[in-house]
């Protein structure tokens, strides 16, 4: 009837202190270097693929612009024809729809219109 009735805990076991020594310094420091190098690495990896991303949003944009003006280029060329084309020989029941087309191809591009 000694016993305790309480549980039993284990014992903890006694913390060690860390011992310095020469060799675990320098091999300290040796791994902070390897991280400062990678962490440099990878910044500059990151860095690059920025100006990359920089560079081609440029290169879009200037295709884009491109595409638009070649675009107007090809609208304005056949707005032209379609304005200076003689419509004398159309057929009666087309020449409103024609000169409607012509007059707002004048108004568009702010050329006279008399008809």
């Known amino acids: 009837m000694n ?6 805990r284990p014992q903890r076991r006694d913390k060690h202190q860390a011992t310095s020594s020469e060799g675990s310094s320098t091999e300290l420091a040796a791994q902070f ?3 400062t190098a990678m962490k440099e690495a990878k910044q500059a990896m990151e860095l690059e693929a920025i100006e ?3 560079k081609r949003g440029s290169e879009a944009r200037e295709l884009i612009s491109e595409q638009r003006e ?4 090809y609208n304005y060329d056949r707005d032209m024809k379609t304005f200076l084309k003689p419509h ?3 057929p009666p029941n087309m020449l409103p729809f024609i000169l409607a087309r012509k ?3 004048a108004n568009k591009y702010g ?3 008399d008809f």
């Open 88 to 90: 004398d020989d159309a």
């Open 52 to 54: 990359l991303r920089k």
């Open 33 to 35: 270097k390897e991280y």
């Open 103 to 105: 007059r707002e191809i």
């Open 70 to 73: 070649t675009m107007k280029n």
């Open 3 to 8: 016993e305790d009735p309480s549980p039993q």
């Open 111 to 113: 050329w006279p219109c």
